[in-house]
């Protein structure tokens, strides 16, 4: 089982880019990395998601370092409302796969002005 | 746009009874999961699906039960429920290797 760890709380400014970064030390071969966004009292909304090296989108980034024991999610010039919680998620979704799911603790993002 | 959608948004239930809990997908995802959030706990996998009549335990499947007869549909059971199962319920659906998608959720009170 792929556990992660990601920080608790970040704070960032307006303009900003924000980094953040999960730990995954056990992600298994067969394993994606996908990163959530979450507003409360909404379901999770998907960001991005990767296998290796970089991804982008329009609206982030996913760095994840050859031995894939981590991955940074980059979000450009972060404004008010990407103020939420961001989840990072381990697994291999293949059918008929039996793995567990892992999802962790999620990190608050508070965006300042 | 992918579409998740749940049968109530809100649910109050008394203890003991028999709740059911709806999902519909409309995207052809062989993969279904119902999870629950709580606060300070994060999201636990309850149950999923990776097929219809097919089900796998996730973190926490004590006290649930799911049903998959057809393929865009998914239900959560709880037989009898308990105060302790007061929480939000997500469901979400996926390709076969790809991302999930969450419904809005449902917060269900048990008294």
């Known amino acids: 089982l792929a556990k992660t760890t990601q920080p608790i709380s970040m704070d960032s400014y307006e303009g900003q880019e924000v980094n953040i970064t999960c730990s995954h030390n056990?992600?298994?071969?067969?394993?994606?990395i996908t990163w959530y966004q979450q507003f409360p009292s909404q379901g999770p909304r998907f960001i991005i998601q990767g296998y290796k090296t970089k991804v982008t989108n329009e609206v982030a980034s996913l760095f994840i370092p050859a031995d894939r024991k981590s991955s940074t999610l980059s979000l450009p010039r972060v404004s008010l409302s990407d103020t939420a919680v961001y989840y990072c998620?381990?697994?291999?979704f293949g059918s008929g796969n039996t793995g567990k799911l892992i999802f962790g603790q999620g990190t608050t993002l508070q965006v300042k002005p | 746009d992918v579409k998740v959608t749940q049968s109530s948004r809100y649910l109050v239930k008394r203890t003991g009874e028999k709740v059911f809990l709806e999902c519909v997908q409309d995207?052809?995802?062989?993969?279904m999961f119902w999870y629950r959030q709580d606060p300070g706990l994060g999201l636990r996998l309850i149950y999923f699906?990776?097929?219809?009549?097919?089900?796998e335990k996730g973190d926490i499947p004590e006290g649930y039960s799911v049903s998959r007869e057809k393929k865009e549909r998914f239900s959560l059971i709880l037989e009898s429920a308990s105060t302790n199962q007061t929480s939000m319920y997500l469901c979400a659906s996926s390709p076969s290797r790809g991302a999930q998608y969450f419904g809005p959720g449902t917060r269900l009170t048990v008294l």
């Open positions: 699906s990776y097929d219809v009549k097919m089900k």
């Open positions: 995207m052809d995802h062989e993969n």
């Open positions: 056990n992600i298994a071969t067969n394993d994606y």
């Open positions: 998620l381990v697994g291999d």
